[in-house]
């Protein structure tokens, strides 16, 4: 067992999970500098998130054929590149296509990283060595994001987006040290990986944005955008490149804890939507007051991720997940009993349970989706499940926003998405129990 390369694919996740929130903080300086609206300055998130979820699938196939250690180095290289771009972009439509090459860059990242962590500790280990992975990983974005609104306060939002290149140099050269050297080489790509691109990348794209216009109330442009990615979908299902992938994801030690993740993590719903708009509409609270809150929810994650790692490597998987589960749900049921007058405790006491639910949760049905499968399907597994949790983080706030909406907003509005968020997280909990993990 080699933990060096887990703990580089770790640092290299970290920067790639890093954009997202280091992005947020930068939208206000970017619209007032490249004269930009509110609305628009939104694509510098998407622009990001929406290769990362499109390439998922079908990058992860071709990585299961390359080197993951070149791939690994290149796709790095690109993240650090694509960020000085970024931060040189004269104008709004040149920094667009930096984000997009940081998508693109983000989505190699992720592909290779579950093959890193496969080729590098024995199966009877990877419970652990994912739990590091999961605590490295919120410590290092809670930090960033503070780090970097300091930054863009005092020196303007292009520094912001040069702040992970120190941390990329040492990912490089540790990459290059630590990772074993293949023997896949890097593939040229064919006419079967661009097909699943463009339908499959297409469909997933059409479906975020549609997630996307009907929490901006485009009812009409968010269902013709959903009938394409329907259609997209299908015309997928009947390429013979899909063959693989729909019999992995048939397979109930695989397709369950797959459906499980994609159904938990609606919590996203929760702390994203439904609380900022409960403590600023009902509480009367400020947005200061929402940060501090959530801070014990990365912080009771980040805590508990080493000893879900443990116990998912010492007990059988399922039942630490579905306790994970328990606890998440609960923590979103008590959200039930807030009041008018609920302070920070009120709130960081049920968000801390949620995050400590989430990592005894997470990491035992991620060990579980690894463990079912292929050795040689391992990048189109992890291109899955990335996938599946970021559809989940789009679709999950979209659903609360119109629960919250039909409920009639304030208290009673926030009621309603938390009933539409339990109840998928118990849906979540039911699969994560009748699934079957394989024990290598």
Do not use: C
């Amino acid at each position: 067992m080699r933990w060096a390369p887990v703990m580089v694919a770790a640092l290299a996740m970290l920067m790639v999970t890093l954009e997202m929130s280091l992005a947020s903080v930068t939208l206000p300086a970017i619209g007032a500098e490249l004269d930009v609206g509110s609305g628009a300055t939104k694509w510098v998130i998407l622009a990001y998130a929406l290769p990362t979820a499109a390439l998922a699938i079908p990058v992860g196939r071709w990585v299961d054929q390359a080197d993951a250690r070149t791939v690994f180095l290149f796709a790095v290289i690109g993240v650090a590149v694509s960020s000085v771009l970024a931060a040189a972009a004269p104008v709004f439509w040149l920094l667009l296509l930096a984000r997009l090459l940081q998508g693109v860059m983000g989505a190699l990242v992720a592909a290779v990283y579950m093959p890193i962590v496969a080729a590098a500790v024995p199966p009877e280990r990877r419970g652990r060595a994912l739990g590091y992975v999961a605590t490295v990983m919120p410590l290092g974005a809670m930090a960033g994001t503070s780090i970097g609104g300091f930054v863009a306060d005092g020196l303007g939002w292009r520094p912001v987006f040069l702040l992970k290149l120190p941390v990329l140099a040492i990912v490089v050269w540790l990459g290059y040290r630590m990772l074993p050297r293949g023997t896949g080489g890097v593939p040229r790509p064919d006419r079967t990986l661009y097909g699943d691109t463009l339908i499959l990348g297409g469909a997933v794209a059409a479906l975020l944005l549609a997630f996307d216009r009907v929490e901006g109330d485009a009812f009409v442009l968010a269902g013709l955008l959903a009938v394409g990615a329907l259609a997209l979908g299908v015309w997928w299902t009947r390429l013979r490149s899909s063959h693989p992938i729909l019999s992995l994801a048939r397979r109930p030690a695989f397709g369950l804890p797959l459906l499980a993740l994609l159904l938990m993590a609606s919590y996203i719903g929760l702390t994203l939507f439904l609380l900022p708009f409960y403590v600023a509409d009902v509480v009367d609270g400020s947005p200061a007051m929402m940060g501090l809150a959530l801070m014990f929810f990365v912080g009771s994650f980040a805590a508990g991720s080493p000893f879900a790692g443990n116990l998912a490597d010492r007990f059988p998987i399922r039942l630490v997940a579905a306790a994970g589960g328990a606890l998440s749900l609960g923590g979103t049921l008590a959200m039930l009993t807030l009041g008018p007058d609920a302070g920070v405790v009120d709130l960081a006491w049920r968000l801390a349970l949620i995050g400590l639910g989430q990592s005894f949760f997470n990491i035992p049905n991620n060990t579980a989706i690894l463990a079912a499968t292929p050795a040689d399907m391992v990048g189109a597994g992890s291109g899955v499940s990335m996938t599946a949790r970021t559809l989940a983080f789009t679709v999950g706030p979209s659903l609360a926003a119109l629960a919250y909406t039909l409920g009639g907003s304030g208290a009673a509005g926030f009621n309603s998405g938390v009933v539409l968020i339990a109840a998928l997280q118990g849906a979540g909990l039911l699969a994560a129990l009748a699934a079957r993990p394989v024990r290598s």
